[in-house]
């Protein structure tokens, strides 16, 4: 695993699965690896009361029912469509459902406008086609045919993405369960084996880029995932990703509490402020996710670690959040100004700690792009 950049979750978490499928005497649907009980206990850890002979970490942090929804829409003949704002966990979630059902995470199809049919069926290898003609030899199936025929799980990210001529096409395996090739003449039909399915993803705030046809959306099951606004789950899943991004990078440096209280703090005052604003220019472009807390803190991390003094500062965190935040030129930076001076600079005053640093930092950020 050391040898790979990103390793999928499938070869990560390989002895935990391991692991849970040596002790799962649980019913498996089709030919799932692990059953649905320890689907949701590999995503999202074991419990005391689950009476276990080891600790399974949480790898994804939300409402239970989100994942429960999910394993039960799969375990079903029906689609899965995870959608909501970006850096919600969605990708993330669909990842870990397809290693813990197939050990196989990597079937995956990027939503794009330029992904055409070939992408979700199949194409040709054409030195092969005029050597030997069109056959199955010859075929190069895409991962959604590769997941049929294995009977496994595919993933389509960013399915709003994608053209309505490739939205049709997936209505129809969704719906048959095969792909016909009629390019041959015999043995022209794929079918798919039983435990296949497909979990797509789709940014809610893509509305309007390729909507769903009604036909595709009844295909799938909806689980919306909500940014995650609680204090506690943030705290853990910040947390959480900064101690493998600490691990991988193989940095020793702490990050204070106060700090990590002063970035949740700061991205919950963030989001009041766009829940407030009467237009779009008032808001940041950011979603203000919890994968952007992470950004913001891993752009932090490394810049203490690689040009600071290896000691994370409340002024390195605010120039990482001004930096990672500002995205439009000035709206952004306005937004992100009247936040110091109207929010920071009174707690600084009033609260001390780490805010006096953050404010000088941010100002200062904000200076320099300006």
Known sequence: MSDLLRAPAEIKYAEELDWLESVDDGPKPFSWRLSPKMVRLFIL?????DGLDREISQKWYGDRSFVERSIVTLASDRGLLLIGDPGT???WLAELLSAAISRNSTLVVQGTAGTTEDHIKYSWNVSMVISKGQSRESMIPSPI????ETGAIGRFEELTRSTSDVQDALISILSEKYISVPEMDSDNIVFAKPGFSVIATANS????????SSALKRRFNFVRIPVVTNKKSEAEI????????????????????TLLDVLL??????????????????????ALSSAEQIGVLEDAILHSNFFGERALTARTLASSLVGSLAR??????AILNKYLHGVVEPRSKEEGGSWPEFLEGGRDAIATLS
């Open 45 to 49: 850890g074991s419990e005391r009361s």
């Open 89 to 91: 966990g969605k990708s």
């Open 145 to 148: 045919m590769t997941a049929m």
């Open 205 to 212: 705030r893509d509305r309007g880029v390729n909507d769903l």
């Open 238 to 257: 910040v947390r959480f990703r900064t101690e493998e991004l600490l691990r991988r990078h193989r940095i020793e440096l702490d990050v204070p509490p």
């Open 265 to 286: 703090q700061s991205f919950a005052d963030l989001r009041a402020s766009a829940a407030a604003a009467g237009s779009d220019d008032e808001k940041l472009e950011s």
């Open 328 to 333: 439009r030129e000035p709206e952004d930076l």
